[in-house]
């Protein structure tokens, strides 16, 4: 038997609870062992709860019972979840979290500790709730050498976006209703300004690379600054628009960014709706591969912990290596990243095209009969920072969006 203590029964803690016990016998039967919750650390007492005879309220009774093996982390943000992680791997057990902000701030550390120790630190539930991408980017894709992650990252973005789109709201209307509907937190923050998906294509990136990527170090945008204007324009030109987080080679360099894009129907996470996430990733021997399904959510994530769970009671004191160095990639200037713009601008098509076109050359332009004295246009591909250096040189610009394929 291998004991376990869950640090949190919040909605991910409370969500691994009810998988191992729904699931019991064929997890244990995967693991090899059985698997038993001996602790569950949280501030709150259950007492109508049967877990309530698990809750203990200090986490030392977790850190010096030598019967644990393996500790649970989903209590999410830096502190305290960064000193009990680390404590526990100095003592010798293994770490199972679902927390982004504590890997993508910590991970290449903490790996290295579990690797000193030969012991594990997995998170796989730290990227895409349960859809399985963290163990093929370290086993299955190893093969490969990563040309390109870009991936819909974030279910209450995706989720406003899409709706934005199919009923022709505006962001703020929207946003209410994912609050509404509990897709997104009071203080929506950390999703719709780009910061929560930044954190995990951080972590993608740092694993696809092999070497840590700070996620300080993004370019990030939200998606405040869209409007259902811009969703009626972009479905002229054949496109939708779901906020993406990339990391790419382009000669040599990495760029990674968080920023809403235009993508068409040829893109595979065009069709990427509602909360669902998508990543597609590119090998350079492999090809296209894409990963698909509930980006977040109780029992999605707590599945995907309950996966690490079982790879580390298989592993019990034998580290399984994570190509995650602590020596930092230095990223590309987007300024040289190149693509093409969306620009919505005031004014006539007609009145101003001949301006436009001796500002950024040669176009695709729209204009639509329920936007008044609006048009859109797509220039051709050109760097961030030509963009930006012709955009100042023109007036009546209402918003940019860069166009991906």
Not at 26 to 52: H, M, T
Not at 316 to 331: A, D, F, P, V
Request: aromatic share 8%.
């Amino acid at each position: 038997m291998v004991n376990i203590a869950v640090l949190g029964y919040g909605t991910v803690g409370s969500g691994v609870v009810e998988v191992i016990n729904t699931n019991y016998e064929s997890i244990s039967k995967k693991a090899g062992q059985e698997i038993n919750i001996k602790y569950v650390l949280d501030l709150r007492d259950f007492p109508e709860n049967p877990i309530q005879e698990k809750i203990v309220h200090d986490y030392n009774i977790i850190l010096n019972d030598e019967e644990v093996d393996i500790v649970v982390e989903v209590m999410g943000g830096i502190e305290p979840a960064y000193t009990y992680v680390k404590s526990a791997l100095e003592k010798g057990k293994s770490v199972a979290t679902s927390n982004k902000e504590l890997v993508a701030k910590h991970g290449s550390e903490l790996i290295a500790l579990a690797k000193e120790k030969d012991i594990n630190f997995l998170f796989e539930a730290s990227v895409g709730g349960g859809i399985p991408i963290i163990r093929p980017l370290n086993q299955s894709l190893t093969a490969d050498e990563i040309c390109e992650i870009t991936g819909i990252l974030n279910g209450t973005t995706n989720f406003i976006l899409t709706k934005m789109r199919q009923d022709g709201s505006d962001f703020e209307d929207v946003l209410k209703e994912a609050q509404a509907l509990g897709y997104a937190e009071r203080n929506p923050a950390a999703d719709v300004e780009g910061y929560d998906a930044c954190r995990k294509i951080a972590i993608l990136s740092s694993l696809a690379y092999g070497r840590q990527v700070d996620y300080e170090d993004i370019y990030t945008e939200g998606i405040t600054k869209i409007t259902a204007k811009d969703m009626v324009f972009a479905e002229a030109f054949g496109y939708a628009i779901k906020l993406l987080g990339s990391s790419r080679r382009e000669n040599g360099s990495i760029y990674c960014m968080v920023a809403p894009a235009m993508i068409s129907e040829a893109n595979p996470l065009y069709s990427v709706n509602g909360v669902f996430n998508g990543i597609f990733v590119k090998g350079n021997v492999l090809g296209d591969v894409m990963f698909y399904g509930s980006g977040a959510g109780k029992l999605p994530t707590a599945s995907a912990v309950v996966s690490d769970i079982v790879d580390e009671v298989k592993h019990l004191h034998t580290n399984i290596m994570t190509r995650w160095s602590s020596k930092k990639m230095t990223l590309a200037d987007i300024e040289g990243s190149k693509k093409r713009f969306y620009v919505r601008m005031e004014g006539s098509l007609s009145g101003r095209k001949k301006e436009v076109e001796s500002v950024f050359g040669a176009i695709a332009a729209t204009e639509i009969e329920s936007i008044p004295n609006e048009f859109a246009f797509i220039t051709e591909v050109m760097s961030e920072k030509e963009y930006k250096e012709k955009a100042k040189t023109i007036s009546g610009i209402l918003n940019r969006i860069r166009v991906d394929r």
